[in-house]
């Protein structure tokens, strides 16, 4: 998961960053996106509507607009450094017991496979 510093390796619509995830947080306003694999650092370097943004926005992507336009203002106070990216886990080092124990921790094999 990345932690957004100057946003030039995190997607802005397709990432998760800073613990939400754009394009589900804001459903209707992805849906008017003109670019929707455009890096964090490409939005902030032009945030005009017309350039992001197929218009006229709908009553519903207009108020998801106000909100992420606040959300996206406040990453600008940290746009030196550079991005950080850490595993679901906490940290920065890649650990394959770590990602299958996470991606197979919701499946619950049959009754028979119990024994094993």
């Known amino acids: 998961m990345p932690w957004t510093r100057d946003g030039r390796t995190?997607?802005?619509w397709q990432d998760i960053w800073n613990n939400i995830s754009p394009r589900f947080t804001f459903p209707y306003l992805f849906s008017f996106a003109r670019k929707k694999?455009?890096?964090i650092q490409e939005f902030l370097a032009n945030m005009d509507l017309e350039h992001n943004f197929h218009t006229p926005l709908s009553p519903?992507?207009?108020?998801?607009?106000h909100v992420f336009r606040e959300l996206v203002s406040n990453l600008q106070n940290s746009r030196t450094d550079k991005d950080k990216w850490t595993y679901p886990w906490g940290n920065s080092t890649l650990s394959s017991s770590k990602f299958y124990i996470l991606t197979f921790q919701s499946i619950q094999p049959p009754a028979a496979f119990n024994w094993i």
């Open 60 to 65: 519903q992507a207009a108020q998801e607009y």
């Open 37 to 39: 694999d455009g890096s």
């Open 10 to 12: 995190i997607l802005l």
